[in-house]
């Protein structure tokens, strides 16, 4: 009879054994894709995040911290010619990538899941073709004459469970007012005003976004880990909504004393918003219509957008139910993530699935995993689940961005490496490999020059180990 001990003194050896296999492999890849690794100066973490869009006008209305920077769009464009055409975003999340675009003279399609997003889009949108000169006066009036104050109405705010309480009585009541005095207004003007709110509801609230979930204030009076979190300063809700008003207005009116609401500039192209998840949208459209894919998924790194959003998402109607069904809705990047029946939702993926199924590296990370949650030493058991739809749901993506895309047309996409339970995992490189089997020629990985950490977690229980963050720039054939 075995008994405990000896296999407690079994499991370490078996570890190192897979590790050592997963290092093994992953060196194989790295040498393999060696001559498409580049090392490039100016991909900043300002480029390829929300950061650089934070001074840029228009852009910098809503603080979208998963997005990329319209800068971005424009360095990838320019340093591989691209300026002509139809460009995809299947995870368009705020729309930076379809309004660089369009901007640019091209015509931008987008496929976005959160009602969030598709908010951000739509207003956007709005206030680029059907607003009018009128309709800026008002909300001029609005901010001089702060109008919700007068409001004779309120309007309930709706909530989830887990947003009770994110605001202060006077900011709550605030908030309930102005949402009174905005559905007096016009659809045009209401929906500016809306999208507004919706920008500064995290800074007059008691939370701040963290990735995996809302982490609340000391002052909000809910129960606190072992050091209490102070967010800072809250804002009143009248200071935060007059600047948000009053910034729309600065980018939106003309540099001159112009009759015209915009001032005269280039030709801009079409932009096109398909709302649900991409795994469901892209096998509806036509072959090869695209000149380019330029994205940026979900990271396969437990951040739930549901929660993080939620704020936003109360506002905009979404029930507890709903709540729940976009959350297996999105490609899976968070613990709670079921897998998907990939052939029920698309017959056509048997090659995508066969791909992954076949891909060395992910299949010692996805047996190591599964060891781990075996023996208890995850923190937390849905992480394999996780791992393994990430990327079989992303080689689906795959397979249909190359069908979509024009031969000859490129694809750009911004990602990061992750690391569980002490394994690093190249998602830059596993991905790429997907690329190439799914008839992609990978062009280059660019390299940000500084490699992110990992989480505190990690490195406090399995050391420091870089991860690198990229933008691949695959080729169709």
Known sequence: MVS????????????????????????????HFQSKFLVQPALTRLLVSFQANKTRPIYRWYKYKEAFSASLVEFLFQRYGFNQGKILDPFAGS???????????????????LPIGQQIIE??????????????????????????KQADKEFCLPEFRITKGAY??????????????????????????????????????????????????????????????????????????????????????????QV???????????????????LKLLPTLPDAIYDAVITSPPYCNRYDYTRTYALELALLDVSEKGLINLRQEMLSCTVENRLKDLLAINPNWNLAIETANSQPLLQAILKYLDNQKLQGVLNNNGIPRMVRGYFYEMACVIQECFRVLKPGALLFMVNDNVRYSGVSISVDMILSDFAEKLGFIVENILVLPGDKGNSSQQMGNHGRDPLRKCVYVWRKQ
């Open 4 to 31: 405990l001990s000896s296999i407690s003194d079994i499991a370490p050896e078996v570890q190192n054994i897979a590790l050592r296999e997963i290092d093994n492999l992953d060196q194989q890849l790295q040498h």
């Open 95 to 113: 729309g930076t990538a379809l309004f660089a675009a369009s901007d640019l003279g091209l015509n931008a399609d987008g496929i976005e899941l």
């Open 168 to 257: 202060s009585t006077e900011n709550k009541r605030a908030i309930e007012q102005y949402l009174g005095a905005c559905y007096q207004e016009s659809e045009r003007v209401r929906e500016v005003l809306l999208f507004a709110l919706l920008c500064v509801l995290e800074s007059i609230s008691y939370t701040r976004k963290d990735g995996q979930y809302l982490r609340w204030d000391y002052r909000s009076g809910r129960g606190q880990g072992k050091k209490p979190f102070n967010k800072g300063e809250i804002l009143n809700f009248d200071y935060a909504i007059t600047n948000k008003i009053q910034e729309i207005i600065d980018d939106l009116e003309p540099p001159t004393h």
């Open 123 to 148: 207003t956007k949108k709005a206030l680029d073709t059907g607003f009018t000169f009128d309709d800026l006066v008002r909300l001029k009036t609005w901010l001089s004459s702060q109008i919700w």
């Open 260 to 278: 015209e609401l915009f001032s005269v500039r280039r030709p801009q192209g079409e932009i096109k918003l398909l709302k649900g998840s991409c």
